[in-house]
């Protein structure tokens, strides 16, 4: 029997991404990947949630020293919270970077990087 590996998924959102700054879009956080990374949706299928890379919020790398801890504060503070957010132009000038939207996003009124950092979480990411 002949076994071959299936490529693996660094997160599973699959919806279409806003495009254009000032759009907004919100819904149920999902999934978190990493601590400033995370997938929105308004249905509990993945071809629907849109994946956010938080505006205001630069967490270290998942594989580095805090980056587990990221994760985990970010979680704390998002997941399964409804979220508004807002498309952003990032520091290239584009909304969309790396099959992710820039923009930011809102638990109960208060921005997520705001909420990251109350929670003294590690900064410094790319």
């Known amino acids: 029997m002949l076994l071959t590996a299936s490529p693996a998924r660094a997160d599973p959102c699959e919806g279409r991404l806003p495009s254009r700054p000032g759009q907004q879009f919100g819904g149920t956080v999902r999934y978190v990947g990493d601590g400033d990374g995370f997938c929105v949706g308004n249905s509990a299928d993945p071809n629907t949630w849109i994946e956010v890379r938080l ?6 790398e998942l594989h580095s020293s805090d980056g587990r801890r990221s994760k985990a504060l970010l979680e704390q503070v998002a997941f399964g919270q409804t979220v508004s957010c807002e498309a952003q132009r990032g520091r290239s000038g584009r909304v969309i970077v790396y099959d992710r939207v ?3 996003c809102h638990v109960r009124g208060r921005s997520i990087g705001d909420l990251l950092r109350s929670l003294h979480a590690p900064e410094g990411g790319n």
């Open 102 to 104: 820039i923009a930011m």
């Open 55 to 60: 505006a205001d919020f630069d967490a270290p």
